[in-house]
């Protein structure tokens, strides 16, 4: 038997997870761009914005719809504190200036992609999702073998969780165009350093695999 990543997706043993999805790092006027000057916006993040609005979010809609009705687990992880001083952030955190006080707005999913009523949402205070929650206990207990990644931002909270999870065990599927940086090279960079660690599909492939699997 030969072991791969190149294994399509099982609805019962999968789940996807969005992450960093929120008011705070994807809405103009969450806190991390709080400050700054039109031009400024412009400057460091006209690119990134216009791919979140044209291409990025509507990817996560598609990707989100399709697993619902496959019957895929659907996931999302915000960062944002257990406290309203953010005293249980990690050091990076604090170091970095990342503060979303528990129940802020800015710590909400984007409204474009509202979790449903019964879907999970983890709030974080690392990089990584599993090192600042308990969702590898979840998605054991929800008997998830496949995680399905995609979220902001490419090379950072969304490279960190493709490793750990890798490292815990998971088959992971990164999805390449429902995930965005603040270049177009950081991402693409971001994509060849990890693609040891995951199987990478567009949004039209994932799709119409989770399709394949309802048919």
Known sequence: ??????VP?????SALLFIDVQNFAAHRKGAEFAGLSEAEFESRYGWY???????VIPNMQRLQAACRKAGVEVLYTTIESLTKDGRDRSLDYKI???????????????DELAPADDEIWLPKTSSSVFVSTHIDYLLRNLGVRQLVISGLITDQCVESAIRDACDLGYLVTQVTD?????????HDHSLRTIRGYCRQVTTDGLVEELRGTAA
């Open 96 to 110: 970095t200036g990342f503060h979303v006080p528990k129940g802020s707005w800015d710590g909400r999913v984007l």
């Open 49 to 55: 914005f216009r791919e979140l609005e044209t291409r």
């Open 9 to 13: 997706l099982e609805p019962g043993q």
């Open 1 to 6: 038997m030969t072991l791969t990543r190149e």
């Open 178 to 186: 429902a995930c965005a940086t603040y270049s177009q090279e950081r």
